[in-house]
């Protein structure tokens, strides 16, 4: 029963580490060039962002070489800002865009890193399966090709792009 339990306990605390079948994690990643502000251009909404507009994410780094995770929009329902901050850590190692992150305790999700162009000014994200999307950016908007890319890549690898919301940065 012991070994039941702790094997439930691992798979239920691990669950959410995996990624969709046909998304792979960039390679070659640099942390350090990652860090600081982002601006969310796009994503699959869920109930923790529903209604946000003005997301960002900043990222930080920790002295126990994991990285401090900063998000917040603004709820116009609610007529103020959110914020969740959280923790990450590298699934593998620090040159590959696949990452844990939580902001509940010793629950952790992925966060994939599936596309990067070579000067960090945008990124593709991917969660532990094809519900969860986003498209970053360094500033708070982006050129239309990049979100044709963002758009025809996502769609290459299942996800239901049709659902995308591009979230109001003004």
């Not at 070489?65 to 917040?72: L, M």
């Amino acid at each position: 029963m012991k070994k039941l339990l702790l094997m439930w306990m691992t798979l239920t605390l691990t669950g959410c580490l995996g990624m969709p079948e046909r998304v792979e994690p960039v390679s070659n990643f640099d942390v350090n060039h990652y860090l600081g502000k982002w601006y969310e251009i796009a994503r699959l909404d869920h109930s923790f962002e529903a209604g946000l507009t003005h997301v960002t994410a900043e990222y930080t780094p920790r002295d126990d070489g994991g990285i401090t995770v900063r998000n917040r929009g603004f709820s116009a329902s609610e007529k103020q800002w959110e914020e969740a901050r959280g923790k990450a850590y590298f699934v593998n190692s620090d040159s590959e865009g696949y990452l844990k992150v939580s902001f509940f305790g010793p629950f952790y999700g992925s966060y994939v890193i599936f596309a990067l162009d070579d000067d960090y000014r945008y990124a593709f994200i991917s969660g532990p399966d094809t519900d969860y999307l986003w498209l970053l950016a360094r500033t708070p908007t982006v050129e239309q090709s990049v979100i044709d890319q963002f758009i025809r890549m996502a769609k290459e690898r299942g996800f239901d792009t049709d659902r995308l919301i591009f979230v109001d940065q003004k």
